[in-house]
């Protein structure tokens, strides 16, 4: 996840915020307040503005120091530890939530469900939540991922509801549910190109890569008018720890 640091200012200012809805869903599926909240790769604080609107006690966990000195400015309130999850160490009797917005898949796929239930006290709420970009006209979207796989065949997309599938055949929690919101995010081109120069998959390519990429796809919001649509759907998937 440290490949962001480098881009800490722009990820803050070009990634779209989440919902309000989601905070709500949370509280529901829990029954309450919890009486304390951890954030898995907070980032800049995305994910932590809905959290904090839960009124819990709130751990942030983000690995890359750029992002955490931001993280912490923004959340005075909020306990910031600089590392990853697997070098965090849960209290002894858990916590009531584990969250995560936008950085399950960095974590091992085949130990971060495990880990999840382990720091949470039994019964506890595990929430994730993220961002799937589309496009709202469809010969846009087609336009555009020819366009990216001129450049890269390798960029692959996981589902829209990868999160949800993983924590089921994760087995480690019960009462697993999916909950969608939509919305729609008009974009002009530089707001487009700087949204892109967030994304993992471009910040690891290499720096020519890169640029061609720009290049063809500033091109193609210009033959598109200048703007574009995202079609964008945020995914929560909530599963309750097994004792």
């Not at 931001?70 to 916590?95: I, M």
């Not at 979207?141 to 001129?150: F, K, M, P, Y």
Request: charged share 20%; hydrophobic share 40%.
């Amino acid at each position: 996840m440290e490949v962001f640091g480098a881009v800490a200012d722009l990820y803050d200012t070009a990634r779209p915020g989440y919902p309000p809805e989601i905070a709500d869903a949370i509280l529901d599926y829990h029954g309450g307040v919890p009486a304390s909240v951890v954030e898995i790769g907070a980032g800049t604080g995305k994910g932590t503005a809905v959290l904090a609107v839960i009124g819990a006690p709130l751990t942030c966990i983000e690995p890359d120091p750029e992002m955490a000195t931001r993280l912490s400015a923004r959340y005075p309130q909020a306990r910031v530890h600089v590392g990853t999850f697997e070098q965090w160490s849960p209290p002894a009797a858990g916590v009531d939530v584990v969250a995560c917005a936008m950085a399950w898949h960095w974590l091992d796929p085949a130990s971060r469900n495990a880990r999840a239930r382990t720091a949470l006290a039994p019964g506890g709420t595990l929430a994730l939540f993220g961002h799937r970009y589309d496009y709202a006209d469809p010969a846009q979207a087609a336009a555009i991922q020819d366009a990216i796989e001129a450049l890269d065949s390798t960029v692959t997309e996981r589902p829209a509801d990868w999160m949800y599938h993983d924590v089921v055949a994760g087995g480690q929690f019960t009462d697993v549910q999916l909950h969608r919101i939509r919305r729609y995010l008009p974009l002009d081109r530089d707001q487009y190109l700087a949204l892109v120069r967030t994304f993992g998959p471009f910040l690891t390519r290499p720096p020519e890569l890169q640029r061609r990429g720009l290049d063809l796809l500033g091109r193609l919001i210009d033959d598109f008018g200048g703007t574009v649509t995202m079609k964008l759907q945020t995914t929560l998937t909530l599963g309750r720890a097994l004792g």
